[in-house]
């Protein structure tokens, strides 16, 4: 499979509890990116990466977020001290070129109780 | 500053209707691209179409088109007899060049195709 991976699919933690997601792009994609999605409601931009540059931020990431991408091949988001408000499904994208189709993985969900 | 409105939340329609979804959107940018994605109930986004400011050719895919109107800040999509699997939630969004190529998306239009 050489599409989007994300690890885990389904996470539940308690409140206050670090999480970490993973993402693995399509090998040849240099634009990665992080999106979140609550119920409802269309995809969020979090984040995004152009090989290891970390090139911008929404205001939605708050310092418990953060994101890498070492190397420019996988990336990680970790949430700190979660709260209900977390709960969420994070998604990850990696695209060839600006402006060009984002191929999205299928997803990780956070179950913050 | 940049927005997607799908102003319709829910479609339900019958087996071998057509059905379009719309999409309305502002950007300040002269180049900028549109797209439309399926998520279905499995919950992965699937790509449809992107289409870039300055081409406004109606495009047509099987069963699927759409429509592009600069004009009136639109993009709509319309799937031609509609099936059961086509249901599922559709959303509309809007890239700027100058924005690294993310996307903004719509809050996106539930179709529900009833046989």
């Known amino acids: 499979d050489t599409g989007v991976s994300q690890d885990p699919r389904h996470k539940i933690t308690k409140r206050g509890q670090n999480v970490t997601f993973r993402c693995d792009p399509i090998s040849e994609h240099n634009r990665l990116y992080w999106y979140r999605q609550t119920l409802g409601q269309g995809p969020e931009f979090l984040t995004y990466f152009q090989n290891e540059a970390q090139l911008e931020k929404s205001r939605l990431l708050s310092d418990r977020f953060s994101a890498e991408r070492p190397k420019g091949s996988f990336s990680t988001l970790e949430i700190q001290r979660t709260e209900q408000g977390d709960s969420a499904m994070y998604l990850c994208?990696?695209?060839?070129?600006?402006?060009?189709?984002?191929?999205f993985g299928e997803g990780s969900r956070l179950t913050v109780l | 500053a940049q927005k997607v409105t799908q102003a319709q939340t829910e479609i339900s329609v019958v087996e071998k209707e057509d059905v379009t979804l719309d999409c309305v959107y502002e950007?300040?940018?002269?180049?900028?691209?549109l797209f439309w994605y399926k998520q279905p109930p499995s919950g992965e986004l699937v790509f449809l179409i992107r289409?870039?400011?300055?081409?406004?050719q109606n495009e047509i895919s099987g069963r699927y088109s759409w429509n592009f109107q600069k004009s009136t800040s639109s993009f709509n999509f319309t799937i031609t007899a509609s099936q059961v699997v086509d249901s599922a939630v559709y959303f509309c969004a809007l890239s700027e060049t100058n924005q690294g190529g993310k996307l903004i998306f719509g809050q996106g239009t539930e179709l529900s195709v009833k046989p």
């Open positions: 950007t300040r940018d002269t180049t900028y691209y």
């Open positions: 289409r870039n400011s300055f081409d406004e």
């Open positions: 994208a990696s695209s060839l070129v600006k402006a060009g189709e984002l191929f």
